[in-house]
Structure formats: structure tokens, C-alpha cells
Nanobody, 121 residues
């Protein structure tokens, strides 16, 4: 079994910062991409940031220059540092990891349970 457990969400005023964490545990042989999506009320889940196993990153245009994604491969953990938060950043943030549970197995995408980020104006 693989679990992704998120932490770090909360309520913050506009202009503030939060650091989200997501730790993967369980049967893990290798992890490829890790990243974050967010879902605002009544909207679809959108990609926020991705980081590859080699450290390459990609960001949604709406968060470039404000959010930073990083990972600690030794801890199977991905982070999202969110700065200069805006009310439109409000939503549930979901982490994911593309990983192989065992040697020789296929790659699967696993999701965290989501953490709420609320930015007040």
C-alpha cells in the first residue's frame, strides 16, 4: 500500500505564505514526477506545479514567481512554498506522485487526501 499524506494548509491573509508538505510512504521502489494540483470550489482540478526526479520544474502561469516546488528524495517528500498568496489561490491542494511500487512494476499515479488553503482578502 502507498500513502501520500499532506500537511501545511490553513487560513492566511492575502500577501501571506504557507509551506505545504506531502510525504509518500509504503511500498515504494522508485518515484518519478511529484507535484501539486488545486481545486477551487465549483471548478476543475488544475495543475499548479510539477518536479521531476531530476529536479526540473514546471509551474502554472498563475503561480510563477510566487510558488516554489521542491523535493527531498531521501524522504520521498515534495514541498510547495507559496508566497504572496492571493484570494484566488484558495482551494484544496492535492499532491501526487508517479511511482513504481515494486521493481519491474508499472508506474502509477497516487494522490494525497488534499489540504485546504484559504486566503482572505
Amino acid at each position: 500500500q502507498v500513502q501520500l499524506v499532506e500537511s501545511g494548509g490553513g487560513l492566511v491573509q492575502a500577501g501571506g505564505s504557507l509551506r505545504l508538505s506531502c510525504a509518500a510512504s509504503g511500498s515504494i521502489f522508485s518515484i518519478n514526477d511529484m507535484g501539486w494540483y488545486r481545486q477551487a470550489p465549483g471548478k476543475q482540478r488544475d495543475l499548479v506545479a510539477v518536479i521531476t526526479s531530476g529536479g526540473s520544474t514546471h509551474y502554472a502561469d498563475s503561480v510563477k514567481g510566487r510558488f516554489t516546488i521542491s523535493r527531498d528524495n531521501a524522504k520521498n517528500t515534495v514541498y510547495l512554498q507559496t508566497n504572496s498568496l492571493k484570494p484566488e489561490d484558495t482551494g484544496v491542494y492535492y499532491c501526487y506522485a508517479v511511482l513504481a511500487p515494486n521493481y519491474g512494476s508499472s508506474w502509477f499515479k497516487y494522490w494525497g487526501q488534499g489540504t485546504q488553503v484559504t486566503v482572505s482578502s
